[in-house]
């Protein structure tokens, strides 16, 4: 039975059992189709803004208290104008939210932002000695 075709249009090679499990869920074709593209472009975003050191500090910090741009510059180390395109990634990704407070805006975490610095807080890499 023929599976599919990789890149080097070579017939995929696939373990039996695999194989089964294709079978129970409608084939190859099924399997690829199934993927939530959409959701993967959001996951994709959000993964994006997160791979930023300087944005992981802001929301770290941001867990503990509520700031103003002149604390996250002073954290961050980054100028004013450098700190504002670092909060509005993490804001178009849904992360934080900005409150105007007379002169100030306060920033804080969204309840997403909330559950991914919860989520991150919990994972431990295994290091390799």
């Known amino acids: 039975m023929l599976w599919g075709y990789g890149v080097n249009m070579?017939?995929?090679e696939i373990p039996e059992e695999v194989k089964k499990e294709l079978r129970e869920k409608g084939g190859w074709s099924n399997v690829k189709k199934s993927l939530p593209l959409k959701e993967i472009k959001e996951v994709e975003k959000v993964m994006k803004v997160l791979s930023c050191d300087t944005r992981?500090?802001?929301?770290?910090?941001l867990s503990e208290q509520r700031m103003c741009v002149c604390m996250l510059t002073e954290l961050t180390g980054c100028s004013y104008s450098k700190c504002s395109y670092h909060l509005s990634k993490l804001k178009d990704a849904g992360l934080i939210k900005a409150t105007r407070k007379g002169n100030?805006?306060?920033y804080s975490l969204?309840?997403?932002?909330?559950?991914i610095v919860r989520h991150f807080k919990k994972?431990?890499?295994?290091?390799?000695?």
């Open 56 to 61: 992981l500090r802001i929301l770290y910090a």
């Open 110 to 115: 969204t309840p997403f932002g909330r559950s």
């Open 10 to 12: 070579k017939k995929l």
């Open 123 to 129: 994972y431990k890499p295994e290091v390799k000695k």
């Open 104 to 106: 100030y805006l306060i």
